[in-house]
């Protein structure tokens, strides 16, 4: 089992302040402005934490039982990379590389890379870029192999709110040009059914809220809109989504998300649906 997961430093508002005196990169949570790294003098009295963020990497932490414990922690260089954030976890490709969709953790524009291991998660190959955009905001990558070496990955895109996605034939070594996707919502997360077709879960922040799924049988080519499966159409607001599906059986599915009850409590959730 390969785990990976993103690494931030934390520092105590002083504590920041020196070392981004002495030029370390330091996010800090403005108020009314986000997180910002371009900072000015007065910009550590308006923060709104106590705390600010220092940038740090990603790690792989390795298991031989399935989980139940772990033995070896690596440090990914991710260079020239400013660190990385993945959502999707890895993939296991046929031809045995392991794969990390992940992108780059600093404001926008993000760059989207991917990560490919051949000694199952022991080493990783110098990351390879999948998009990026001086106009679009693309992050939080999922990636399927939809035919041997055939890469599909699907992408948030923050500004239009409908979901990317780009081809690589090769392998992961070069990727097409992001184009957008009937799909309106974010992020995505595929599913290579057992009969072949394509499944792309996310979730809709916009009235009616709730999670969304749609089917494609070419692989990413195209996407039957006008099929969109409805999961949920009656969460309360639009603090939801990261859907995440497995098919336990042929055709029958569990997705996995989070969202709110209506007094307002955050919860994970599930839903079984059975294609037809």
């Not at 105590?12 to 790294?37: F, H």
């Amino acid at each position: 089992m390969v785990l990976i997961l993103s690494r931030h430093n934390w520092y105590p508002l002083s504590l920041a302040r020196k070392r981004r005196a002495a030029d370390e990169p330091i996010p800090l949570p403005v108020r009314g402005r986000g997180w910002v790294e371009d900072l000015a003098d007065d910009d550590w009295a308006r923060s709104e934490l106590r705390w600010a963020r220092g940038y740090q990497s990603l790690y792989v932490h390795l298991s031989t039982d399935r989980g139940h414990t772990f033995e070896d922690t690596i440090k990914i260089d991710t260079s020239p990379y400013r660190g990385g954030q993945s959502r999707s976890g890895v993939v296991e490709l046929r031809d045995g590389r392991v794969a990390c969709p992940t992108f780059e953790y600093k404001k926008a524009p993000w760059s989207t890379y991917i990560l490919f291991s051949s000694t199952g998660g022991q080493s990783w190959d110098p990351p390879v870029l999948v998009a990026k955009s001086p106009d679009l905001s693309f992050c939080e990558p999922d990636i399927a192999e939809v035919a041997p070496g055939e890469l599909y990955c699907i992408l948030r895109e923050d500004l239009g709110r409908y979901l990317y996605g780009c081809r690589s034939l090769d392998g992961g070594h070069s990727w097409s040009v992001p184009e957008a996707t009937p799909m309106f919502g974010l992020p995505g997360d595929l599913l290579v059914l057992r009969d072949g077709r394509l499944l792309c879960t996310y979730g809709r922040r916009i009235a009616p809220f709730g999670i969304r799924a749609c089917l494609s049988k070419d692989g990413g080519l195209t996407w039957e809109i006008d099929q969109e499966i409805v999961i949920r159409d009656d969460l309360p607001n639009s603090d939801l989504g990261y859907p995440a599906t497995i098919e336990y059986a042929p055709g029958r599915l569990f997705i996995c998300y989070y969202g709110q009850e209506p007094d307002e409590v955050t919860c994970i959730q599930g839903n079984h649906v059975t294609l037809t």
